[in-house]
């Protein structure tokens, strides 16, 4: 599962297009235990997932016990026939009637995290009779990464430590806007092979450091600052994370002292990475460590989560979760420490669990250092 080898894209997507024949055979699996016949997908992430289709957002794959289609519009009529791997596609506007006709009296069910009230009515309007409802129907399929998606994942990282290196000890230095070094992480990471960014980089500096989602502002970079900077690369649809804190010349107490606390609680709860480990276990490997300097209810919020088509997925790294690590999962480990008023900090890497532990694969170097 840690093996690594070459990247190559367009061998990643054959793999992906010979895997979607098993993939849509879990689906139905797992639609027939929810009492439905037929399966209309709308979350974008879901619709890449089960297509390969890069403009998500605009279509929806129907799955049905013995077929499957790509639903999107006449915009995409080349793009999907160049990209997708279901070799049934519908060219509409007018989604949910064609879904309606495809269907012969089957029972459909919908994803209820992703279908509006004014959705479904439509939806039910053409049908003329109710859906079913469903909830994560695909999140344990996702959760597990399939060796070309762990390639994918890999690569975004990659890219995140290219740029990352590129730029920190380019631009960061006194006087330097955040938004400066965000627009830079960006532009490196689109001419290293990234689709785009992961999301909005985070670029904290001084008492915006406080802010565990402070996005690049026009505050210039004081000599001082302890900056915390959140980026990722985001290549064939996958999402890379990683979080480093940088200091701009010396930095003072009480951040200095933070920000070892938080290392030493971040590789906790990298060390706590492995097949069958609970996820309220990990994040308390973390989490308790802080807690025993006194600042843990300075972080207040997950250890980590899992990544992949979003930025955001299972399984879950907190005190809350449900979640049970096993192979092929990538998920962040990131604690962090925040002080209104004074500053904060959060380091992050991304990691594979693997049949024996945990893979980092953000590499860039996490100890403290100064630069500027």
Same mark, same amino acid.
């Given at each position: 599962m840690s093996e690594t080898r070459p990247f190559d894209a367009t061998e990643l997507q054959r793999e992906a297009a010979a895997a979607a024949p098993a993939l849509l055979d879990a689906v139905r699996a797992r639609l027939t235990d929810s009492g439905a016949e037929a399966l209309l997908v709308t979350a974008p992430a879901?619709?890449?997932?089960?297509? #390969?289709?890069?403009s998500p957002e605009d279509g929806a794959v129907l799955v049905t016990l013995d077929d499957a289609w790509l639903i999107t519009d006449d915009r995409y009529t080349v793009q999907a026939g160049e990209e997708s791997w279901l070799s049934n596609q519908v060219i509409t506007r007018e989604i949910f009637e064609r879904a309606a006709g495809l269907l012969e009296g089957q029972t459909l069910a919908v994803e209820a995290d992703h279908m509006t009230i004014a959705w479904r009515a439509d939806l039910e309007r053409h049908l003329n009779r109710p859906v079913v409802t469903t909830q994560d129907l695909l999140r344990p399929?996702?959760?597990?990464?399939?060796?070309?998606?762990?390639?994918?994942?890999?690569?975004?990282?990659?890219?995140?430590?290219?740029?990352? #290196?590129?730029?920190?000890d380019a631009t960061l230095r006194p006087g330097v806007r955040e938004l400066d070094v965000a627009l830079e992480l960006e532009r490196a990471m689109r001419a290293e092979g990234a689709d785009g960014v992961s999301f909005e980089i985070i670029v904290a500096s001084g008492p915006r450091s406080a802010m565990p989602h402070g996005v690049a502002s026009h505050r210039p970079i004081e000599a001082g600052d302890l900056v915390t900077i959140d980026c990722g690369a985001r290549v064939g649809g996958y999402h890379a994370d990683m979080t480093r804190a940088i200091g701009v010349g010396a930095v003072q107490e009480p951040l200095r002292s933070w920000f070892d606390a938080v290392l030493a609680?971040?590789?906790?709860?990298?060390?706590a990475i492995a097949p069958g480990a609970d996820g309220t276990v990990v994040d308390a490997a973390a989490r308790d460590l802080l807690t025993a300097v006194g600042l843990g209810d300075a972080f207040g919020h997950s250890l980590g989560h899992g990544t992949g088509l979003d930025i955001h997925e299972g399984p879950r790294l907190s005190p809350r979760s449900k979640d049970t690590l096993a192979p092929g999962m990538v998920v962040t480990v990131e604690p962090g420490v925040y002080v209104a008023g004074t500053g904060g900090l959060r380091i992050e890497d991304l990691v594979l669990v693997t049949d024996t532990g945990g893979e980092v694969l953000s590499h860039t170097p996490k100890d403290y250092r100064e630069v500027g």
């Open positions: 879901n619709v890449r997932y089960l297509s #390969g289709f890069s399929l996702r959760m597990v990464k399939r060796p070309f998606e762990v390639a994918w994942l890999r690569e975004a990282a990659r890219i995140t430590d290219v740029a990352f #290196g590129q730029v920190v609680a971040q590789r906790a709860g990298v060390a």
